[in-house]
């Protein structure tokens, strides 16, 4: 069939060679069906500027992770920013928790609180707080 510019354009089955993939298919369907193998990358930390070695186990684990972007630190890097200030989740360089007094507002008991009690707010003990908490929520 000629194309605007006079020049036979050819069908597709004429294009892709046989046992070519479908572009139109999944390619998470495709990847599982053709293992893709992974190569070892070479990558330069961000705070120390040494290269490290970012493996294929490694972007595989990244991979069924759903992580896009390669590590931007080395190992040693990356340890050091999750013990240090820079780490999230899980309390991790929290350091000690500054502990506040107060008394339980249910049994009167003393509880230690890791926040400064306002006094608009009821503050429980941990005993009174986990009898509290298997009940089902409350408003206040």
């Known amino acids: 069939m000629p194309s605007s510019n006079g020049v ?4 597709r089955e004429d294009i892709l060679p046989t046992g070519s993939p479908d572009l139109s298919t999944d390619v998470g369907q ?8 992974l190569a070892d990358k070479t990558l330069t930390c961000r705070d120390c500027s040494q290269e490290f070695v970012w493996t294929s186990g490694e972007q595989e684990f990244y991979q069924s992770r ?3 972007n390669p590590p931007s630190r080395c190992p040693t890097c990356r340890a050091a920013h999750r013990a ?3 780490g999230r989740g899980g309390g ?3 350091g000690d928790r ?4 107060a008394t339980c507002s249910s049994c009167g008991k003393e509880a230690r609180v890791p926040f ?3 006094g608009d707010k009821p503050v429980y003990c941990s005993d009174c707080f986990q009898q509290r908490q298997s009940s089902g929520p409350r408003r206040y």
């Open 116 to 118: 400064q009690p306002r």
């Open 92 to 94: 991790a360089g929290r």
């Open 30 to 37: 495709y990847e599982e069906d053709h293992h893709v193998t």
């Open 98 to 101: 500054e502990m506040f007094t």
């Open 8 to 11: 036979r354009s050819k069908a």
């Open 66 to 68: 759903g992580l896009q």
């Open 84 to 86: 240090g200030e820079g």
